[in-house]
């Protein structure tokens, strides 16, 4: 166990709905971030938050959002959701906002069909 | 922009034998380097970083990689190979004094054989 937790494991939904996939990071750890892992792109960066503000923005879609609450917890919200948006959502977390190395969670696996 | 290449999406290996995962990078500025595993239905796991210092860098589960400047390289070796050996190993390149965020390379899976 990483200590960094990601709930659902699985999850399976229609094509336009909308999901929500929540992560808790390791305790003392005040930097979250979300990659999705895909065969065809690989791990790619989506978004980071550091202690409730968003950091760093990477190849996130304008139907993706993300956001961090006061008790350190992130949820990845996906929305309008397309066949190839089915992945393996991450989240990782580190104590600071540029740390080397992250804690990644085992992921949630997103089977759009 | 940086990037990171990986040669070879699968590596097959006998138990026993040397383990070698090799990852060449781009990047303008000296980078600070990392391997990461992941077992089936798990999360990454870092193994080893390259930030500053010895271009020699020892990991967990006897894993090691040499930071060639020259080469542009951060190649993982392991003298033996282990059955537990086996998963995806992924090489991350973070160039220093820029974004935090590293760059991952697309993953070799490393298969050993009995």
């Known amino acids: 166990d990483s200590g960094v937790t990601q709930t659902p494991k699985h999850l399976i939904t229609a094509t336009g709905q909308r999901v929500t996939l929540r992560c808790s990071p390791r305790?003392?750890?005040?930097?979250v971030y979300w990659y999705q892992q895909s065969l065809d792109q690989g791990l790619q960066f989506l978004i980071q938050?550091?202690?409730?503000?968003?950091?760093a923005k990477g190849n996130i879609l304008e139907r993706f959002s993300a956001q961090q609450f006061p008790d350190l917890h992130s949820e990845l919200n996906l929305s309008s959701l397309e066949l190839g948006d089915s992945a393996l959502y991450f989240c990782?977390?580190?104590?600071?906002?540029?740390?080397?190395?992250?804690?990644f969670g085992s992921g949630t696996r997103l089977t759009v069909v | 922009a940086q990037s990171v290449t990986q040669l070879g999406s699968h590596v097959s290996v006998s138990e026993g034998a040397l383990v070698l995962l090799r990852c060449n990078y781009s990047?303008?500025?000296?980078?600070?380097l990392f391997w990461y595993v992941q077992y089936p239905n798990q999360g990454l796991q870092l193994l080893l970083k390259?930030?500053?210092?010895?271009?020699l860098v020892k990991g967990i589960n006897g894993f090691e990689a040499e930071f060639k400047k020259s080469e542009t390289s951060f190649h993982l070796t392991k003298p033996s190979a282990h059955m537990s050996d086996a998963a995806e190993y992924f090489c991350?390149?973070?160039?220093?004094?820029?974004?935090?965020?590293?760059?991952f390379g697309r993953g070799t899976s490393l298969i050993v054989h009995p």
């Open positions: 990782a977390s580190s104590v600071g906002p540029s740390n080397y190395g992250y804690t």
């Open positions: 305790s003392g750890d005040l930097s």
């Open positions: 938050y550091y202690n409730g503000e968003e950091r």
């Open positions: 990047s303008s500025v000296p980078p600070y």
């Open positions: 390259y930030t500053t210092g010895a271009t």
């Open positions: 991350a390149v973070i160039p220093s004094g820029g974004s935090y965020i590293p760059t």
